[in-house]
């Protein structure tokens, strides 16, 4: 019979953490509790807060006498982020389900966080709304309002507390273990305005036998991407899209951080990258575009999203920026240039073409790139011709079949 673990402060929220564990058995699946709260859990559990505090390397009697709840919160955290994975690999339990305020949330999404992808998780939480970067991560967790304080039980909580009960066992009881048929795994990077692109270079790629993976380059995409590289995932890297960079050195919205484009180099994989969407940064609605960008070539995507066109010197230290990630590579590595346009509005006729802005990004990566570790292939097409995209695509195969061919 599959198991939910139901994790949380027993100590202080043993009723309302009940309640859910009954709703959950009352649908035919098990219970696997774990006690995250600095005292005694209010009713038995199976894991204990000792366990947790000694995975961290500690004992809950040292962090109850300090009476300091940031600190316990923090080791607790790191002693489920080592203990969770342990007992999902010994089989305790299929999905895992929390409930909690700011120190809940904070304590227990680290440890879904370091579960596979497609484990199911459910974090109920009263900070599930703005930014939750900071709990998800790059995984598959889902963070459900709380509406109420996770304190109590009353007309409102209980009826997210069963909706949520519902949720998590639905996810594990209907579970699809279908398996689909293995092939290698391609990442691709994509945005509204390299869409053709990366259509003609996927379709090409499935023709040949691979699974591309599409993540929209809107910083958390660029991170998920490159931790999947990082896990040990990804066969090959398409990373057409690179505008995340953009928005890191210029102070966009949507950065994936300054370790962009590492991970395929640090790990070889062979990886074919060009730059889509340079000529852009991200922005929120029009009126949210700082001041001092006033005057800039501003482009209007949608009601949610203002583009706004890079300068000459902004591409200059995004190219060098994009050259020092690229060098960093062991081989395997292809720099495409799309010498008509990066994007469906960088093209002639379009509010964002700009050939002195592009010839400046294109003539940093020609000087700074190194040639020993990264080929240059310049092409007189715009990044969404068909013959572009299916040029990156074979490229990507040929870097791939070579490195076979050399480990074996």
Request: charge should be negative; proline fraction near 4%; include cysteine.
């Amino acid at each position: 019979m599959k198991t939910i673990a139901i994790a949380g402060t027993f100590d202080t929220k043993g009723k309302e953490l009940s309640y859910v564990k009954e709703i959950i058995e009352n649908l035919g699946l098990n219970t696997f509790t774990i006690n995250t709260g600095v005292f005694p859990s209010e009713i038995p559990v199976d894991i204990s807060n000792e366990e947790v505090a000694k995975a961290a390397g500690t004992t809950i009697q040292e962090l109850a006498e300090k009476r300091d709840r940031a600190l316990a919160t923090e080791i607790l955290s790191k002693g489920m982020s080592k203990l969770v994975p342990e007992l999902y690999k010994q089989d305790k339990f299929d999905g895992i389900i929390s409930f909690g305020g700011t120190g809940g949330t904070s304590l227990v999404t680290p440890a879904m966080r370091a579960l596979p992808i497609g484990v199911p998780k459910i974090m109920v939480s009263t900070v599930a709304s703005g930014d939750t970067s900071f709990y998800i991560g790059t995984s598959d967790l889902i963070m459900m309002p709380s509406v109420v304080d996770v304190a109590g039980l009353n007309s409102i909580s209980t009826k997210i507390f069963t909706n949520a009960a519902h949720a998590i066992v639905g996810m594990v009881k209907f579970e699809n273990n279908k398996e689909l048929d293995k092939k290698p795994l391609i990442a691709a990077t994509m945005f509204g305005v390299t869409t053709s692109a990366v259509d003609f270079a996927r379709e090409y790629l499935e023709a040949r036998g691979y699974e591309v993976l599409i993540f929209h380059a809107t910083g958390t995409g660029g991170k998920s991407m490159e931790s999947l590289i990082e896990d040990g995932f990804i066969e090959g890297v398409l990373d057409l899209t690179t505008t995340e960079w953009c928005d890191e050195v210029v102070g966009g919205i949507l950065s994936a951080g300054p370790t962009r484009l590492e991970a395929a180099a640090k790990n070889n994989i062979p990886q074919v990258v060009s730059v889509g969407a340079m000529d852009m940064v991200n922005f929120g609605p029009l009126d949210t575009v700082p001041k001092k960008f006033e005057g800039r070539n501003l482009y209007k995507h949608n009601p949610s999203v203002t583009l706004m066109r890079t300068t000459v010197e902004e591409n200059a230290a995004i190219g060098s920026k994009i050259a020092e990630k690229l060098n960093m590579a062991k081989g395997s590595t292809i720099l495409m240039l799309p010498l008509k346009g990066v994007s469906a509005i960088d093209v002639e006729g379009q509010p964002f073409y700009g050939k002195e802005e592009d010839a400046k990004l294109f003539d940093t990566l020609r000087e700074k790139i190194n040639r020993d570790v990264v080929e240059i292939l310049e092409m007189d097409n715009a990044i969404n011709d068909q013959v572009f995209a299916e040029t990156a695509a074979q490229k990507l195969i040929d870097l791939i079949e070579k490195k076979k061919m050399i480990n074996n």
